[in-house]
């Protein structure tokens, strides 16, 4: 069983680094489930145009392909303009609906502001919705004054949050495929 953690941007470190907190504390919970990071920064992914993935010269394939191979996913961004990431909404662009059906997912964000927590609960949910996925109840956000200057996350609420955020994950793809099956796909 392998859990996808995705940081969705190509600047900064605080996003893979919450995300790489969350896949942490899934280790604790459950050491057997593998986990990896993708972390958007390592790759050059071409913009979505609706081609075969086969014909990109870049690492979209490769990309596609990770998320593809994966059994559930946490999804990070900050928070830029009021959005997640275009590389991130890219990302998505380049996924079939049917890879991402009926798996489980969760999000954190990070951003400057405390305002933008609500884009986790108004754009990335009903993007999970779009793919049919089932999403755990809880996030995270994180804002610029929860991290120390060594980019360390220090506010004992959000590391709770991350901690109860991993069980989450863990407990709803256990729960939804205890032995590793699949739902079949009803398009």
Same mark, same amino acid.
């Given at each position: 069983?392998?859990?996808?953690?995705?940081?969705?941007?190509?600047?900064?470190?605080?996003?893979?680094?919450?995300?790489?907190?969350?896949?942490?504390?899934?280790?604790?919970?459950?050491?057997?489930?593998?986990?990896?990071?993708?972390?958007?920064?390592?790759?050059?992914?071409?913009?979505?145009?609706?081609?075969?993935?086969?014909?990109?010269?870049?690492?979209?394939? &490769? @990309?596609?392909?990770? #998320? =593809?191979?994966?059994?559930? !996913?946490?999804?990070?961004?900050? /928070?830029?303009?009021?959005?997640?990431?275009?590389?991130?909404?890219?990302?998505?662009?380049?996924?079939?609906?049917?890879?991402l059906r009926? &798996? @489980?997912?969760?999000? #954190? =964000?990070?951003?400057?502001? !405390?305002?933008?927590?609500?884009? /986790?609960?108004?754009?990335?949910?009903?993007?999970?919705?779009?793919?049919?996925?089932?999403?755990?109840?809880?996030?995270?956000?994180?804002?610029?004054?929860?991290?120390?200057?060594?980019n360390e996350?220090?506010?004992?609420?959000?590391?709770?949050?991350?901690?109860?955020?991993?069980?989450e994950l863990?407990?709803?793809?256990?729960?939804?495929?205890?032995?590793?099956?699949?739902?079949?796909?009803?398009?």
């Amino acid at each position: 069983m392998k859990l996808l953690g995705i940081a969705g941007t190509v600047i900064g470190a605080k996003t893979s680094i919450i995300v790489q907190s969350v896949l942490d504390e899934v280790k604790k919970v459950a050491p057997e489930i593998e986990v990896e990071l993708l972390d958007l920064r390592e790759y050059r992914m071409s913009l979505c145009d609706g081609r075969n993935p086969e014909t990109y010269t870049d690492d979209t394939k &490769k @990309v596609i392909d990770k #998320v =593809a191979s994966a059994d559930f !996913y946490l999804f990070g961004t900050p /928070i830029f303009q009021g959005s997640m990431t275009g590389v991130l909404k890219n990302l998505f662009d380049h996924i079939q609906p049917q890879v991402l059906r009926h &798996k @489980v997912m969760g999000f #954190v =964000a990070n951003g400057g502001t !405390y305002q933008h927590y609500l884009v /986790i609960e108004n754009q990335l949910k009903p993007i999970a919705g779009f793919f049919r996925a089932y999403v755990a109840p809880g996030s995270v956000y994180v804002h610029a004054d929860h991290f120390n200057q060594q980019n360390e996350i220090v506010d004992e609420d959000v590391r709770r949050r991350i901690s109860d955020l991993a069980r989450e994950l863990v407990h709803m793809q256990k729960a939804l495929k205890p032995t590793g099956e699949t739902i079949a796909n009803n398009h």
